[in-house]
């Protein structure tokens, strides 16, 4: 089981049941899953681009991403319907956990110049979303075979 699933169902759900007058532990707020999304313009037109973003996103999840594609076409941005766009995975369970562990222990307090997270990332069903401007603050990502810094986001569901 992984350290902060075991310090949520030990630790965090009781307290919250306590101070919130839940009346059973199935009303404590949970997460559900974490979606890392990672858009490549550049994708469009060259193909290398996009194994790029796919291999970091593997690295960075631990599982293979999904690569998502244009639903409409955009004549300013030369795209058309079905073209790659960029990658998503959607992280849940045990996964879940572990990537929340090591992004709050280990990949944010790497950004520079961090100041904490705002809490205006909240949208009005508890979701927090974040977008992070490099790829290399994961311990996974080695800085010397980064092709190109990507950014990515990160919704907390």
Partial sequence: MPRLRDHYNNVINPAMKEQ?????????PKLEKIVLNMGVGEASQDRK?????VSDMTLISGQKPIVTRAKKSIATYKLRDGMIVGCKVTL???RMFEFLDRLVTVALPRVRDFRGLSTKSFDGRGNYALGITEQIIFPEIDY?????????????C
């Fill in 144 to 156: 010397d075979q980064v092709d190109q810094i990507r950014g990515m986001d990160i919704v907390i």
């Fill in 20 to 28: 919130f007058g839940y009346a059973n532990a199935m009303l404590v």
């Fill in 49 to 53: 681009k996009i194994e790029g973003a």
């Fill in 92 to 94: 849940r369970r045990d």
